[in-house]
């Protein structure tokens, strides 16, 4: 600990957003980083505790203390390599990931806590602009091959992981583009895509080989691919959206959030057909409609974030669930995730412009005049014994042109999965076991949404990781030198 009074000295003082009128001009990254000298001064309030639960907090198990110290002391180069040594992409979740670790700083529990997220973007980014990140292919090769399926977070670093251990990796993407829901999901105001590729072509000049615009089980078997490969991966997320069938479902103007994401992305890269991964080759846009998103979370707050940049006339947030505390409550103590109001970028700028979040809503029925939505009917709903019921007489009708169904994932596409004959669990994830990650097919594995549910990208590189050890072992018959990961049972 550099300064052992950093953290009486000194406030909480991270990322600053622009005001809502200016970002909603743009689909830039909407924060103001502050300087060197300020970062260092935030790590200085790093209290390097005798149990940093910082690092519990972190699915990736980071070396949060080391490389605040390493900040504060000027030393950015060591601090990348402490970073580096537990997460492959902290240019992702230092801008994406909620951070589950701040709310585990032990300084959190009395005062603001430690802006870790800040520091962490700060030294990968500093690695970038320096030129200190550069591609490390391995001395030698294992002469074994692996296959992974999907190009998310969990693929790439299970790929990045596996080939370090020598082994030849080649990844299969069903888009024209890797990164999953990195490139196609999260908006560019969040994430610039620029970042996402520079570090494919990383991986790339390291020996990984990408097979993009190719989706295993259509345009390619999963037999073949086992065959060819001696183990594969299957990394290819919760893709199966959630649906609201009820009726008026089928009328025009009602859409998926991941059939509605993907096409501004594509906008913001300058591509000339953007619709081109719509199962309908349709384009969706916002601009001067009345727009409805169904469902909260990450997802919902990026459709609304991005209907708002795309010019929609008016946006409103439903959620069914019931509206969070302000504060922690005794059942859902430090250092949890805690589980209160958050208002996101994306919320405060619909909130800004006449729009809300409506909670403990539920939409029993769309109405629809010329085959397309024109509005919807919802109910308030009561959870006092602990599962939604109907308010009588709470009924009511909302105007709108468009609908946004973003009400989570329910697992894995079923196509790959029927004819890989992995064994499921109740949640309709792959099944594996809990030490080897192989699924009930000798020599596949899973990793990330697809194992799991659907969860967040510090958890998904987490899982990549552990995939990785898992599967070199399996491939060498020896302890693998690929680190371990120490999975916490908390749940984020």
Known sequence: ?????????????????QPVYERLQHYEE???YPSEEKVKTQASRCMDCGVPFCMSGCPLGNLIPEWNDLVYRGEWKQALRALHATNNFPEFTGRVCPAPCETACVLGIIEPAV???????????????????????????????????????????????????G?????????????????????????????????????EAEGIEFRFSCEVGKDVEFAEIKADHDAVVIATGAEEPRDLPVEGRDLNGIHFAMDFLPQQNRANWGDSDIALLHPKKQTINAKGKRVIVIGGGD???????????????RVVNFELLAQPPQEREP???????????????????MQVMGGDVHYEIMTTRFIGSNRSVSGLETVKVDWSNGRPEKVPGSERIWR???????????????????????????????????????????GVFAAGDCRRGQSLVVWAIAEGREVARCVDEYLTGANSLLPKVRLETFNY
């Open 1 to 17: 600990m550099g300064d052992p009074r950093g953290f009486i000295k000194h406030g909480r003082r991270g990322m600053t957003l």
């Open 30 to 32: 909407h924060y103001y």
């Open 115 to 165: 802006t870790i997220k800040l520091h962490e973007v700060s030294i990968v980014d500093k690695g970038f602009d320096e030129g200190w990140i550069l591609p490390r292919p391995p001395a030698n090769r294992s002469g074994k091959t692996v296959a992974v399926i999907g190009s998310g977070p969990a693929g790439l670093a299970c790929a990045q992981q596996l080939n370090r251990a």
């Open 167 to 203: 082994h030849r990796v080649t990844v299969f993407e069903k888009t024209d583009r890797g990164g999953g829901l990195l490139m196609y999901g999260i908006p560019h105001y969040k994430l610039r895509k620029e970042k996402v590729q520079r570090r494919i072509d990383l991986l």
């Open 299 to 313: 997802t919902g707050s990026d459709c609304i974030g991005t209907a708002m940049r795309q010019g929609a006339n």
């Open 331 to 349: 059942s859902n103590p430090w250092p949890q995730w805690s589980r209160i109001l958050r208002i996101s970028s994306s919320v405060e700028e």
């Open 400 to 442: 709108c042109d468009m609908v946004l169904l973003a009400m989570g994932f329910l697992g894995p596409r079923p196509a790959l999965l029927e004819q890989c004959g992995c064994e499921l669990d109740p949640r309709s994830n792959i099944k594996t076991d809990p030490k080897t990650r192989m699924s009930s097919v000798a």
